[in-house]
């Protein structure tokens, strides 16, 4: 076959034409994508491509800074909002000539306010935190004891009503520890001598309830499970408190020397505390000796 019938044999020459073919199905029509189709479509697929891989990053970023943040940093965030909506509130009260602790101040109700009162009185009295002696410090520490174990009234009523042989609600009703329309409860008239004359259950009862130091009973009380719980509560509290408190101490033992005097040793910690961990791997390669 010679060359020119090559050439000119339609079956073997190349169509010259912008697109391509492309079919899908064989009832299908075929369609033409062109070069600039297929360019417009990967330029999509690239713009997907950077637009989920920012969004990645940016979640990324994010999920390390929350990481990052401490239960203090949190609060101090919290602080600097709250701050930041008090100045704002305040502005804005200027701006209306309105005084913001008198509109400040109409949140608050009557009960509310005495509350606060009371508290600001409490926290005033016990503004003495200075050690006098052991008697003072087991003061202070059965008041704040108090203050979270509150007692229950209502069953300290039902145990003084069985105690007394009183009926059951008489001290509930009154609202009061001692019964309405009598003033003591463990005595009866003796007709005879005309005076008030204790029974002996009652005397026994007594006895038994209000305990002293001459009393000889004792381990016969079986308290609740609640009580149990709250008792339990409060010691685990202590524990965690006691954990989580540090104080520095002038004795500690701090490592290596690296401050002249205290000032110097306060500038050191603050310097470390923002740039120890950029030079952490230096300041060990300089311990090791390998540093270049």
Not at 160 to 166: H, V
């Amino acid at each position: 076959m010679s060359g020119e019938g090559v050439e000119g044999s339609p079956e073997l020459q190349e169509p010259e034409q912008d697109g391509i073919e492309e079919t899908g199905d064989d009832n299908s029509e075929p369609t033409t994508v062109t070069m600039e189709d297929r360019r417009a479509k990967l330029d999509k697929l690239r713009a997907r491509m950077r637009t989920t891989t920012k969004a990645n990053r940016q979640s990324l970023i994010e999920e390390s800074a929350r990481a990052k943040l401490t239960a203090r940093d949190m609060a101090r965030l919290e602080r600097q909002t709250k701050l930041a909506e008090m100045l704002r509130t305040q502005a804005e009260a200027e701006e209306r000539g309105e005084d913001v602790e008198r509109a400040k101040n109409w949140e608050w109700t009557i009960e509310e306010n005495e509350n606060w009162e009371k508290k600001l009185a409490r926290k005033a009295r016990r503004a003495d935190y200075e050690f006098h002696d052991d008697v003072h410090a087991a003061h202070r520490r059965y008041k704040k004891d108090l203050d979270f174990l509150k007692p229950d009234m209502e069953v300290y009523n039902k145990q003084k009503e069985q105690a007394l042989g009183l009926a059951a609600g008489t001290l509930l009703k009154s609202g009061s520890s001692t019964p309405s329309g009598s003033s003591s409860a463990l005595t009866m008239f003796d007709p005879s001598g005309g005076q008030m004359v204790p029974t002996v259950e009652q005397r026994m009862a007594v006895d038994s309830f209000y305990r002293d130091a001459n009393t000889l009973l004792y381990a016969d009380n079986k308290p609740s499970e609640d009580a149990i719980d709250r008792v339990v509560s409060k010691l685990n509290r202590d524990v965690d408190k006691k954990a989580k408190f540090s104080r520095k101490r002038h004795n500690e033992d701090e490592g290596d020397i690296t401050y002249i005097n205290e000032r110097n040793r306060v500038f050191n910690k603050k310097i470390a505390r923002y740039y120890d961990k950029y030079t952490a791997e230096i300041r060990a390669s300089f311990e090791r000796g390998t540093a270049l």
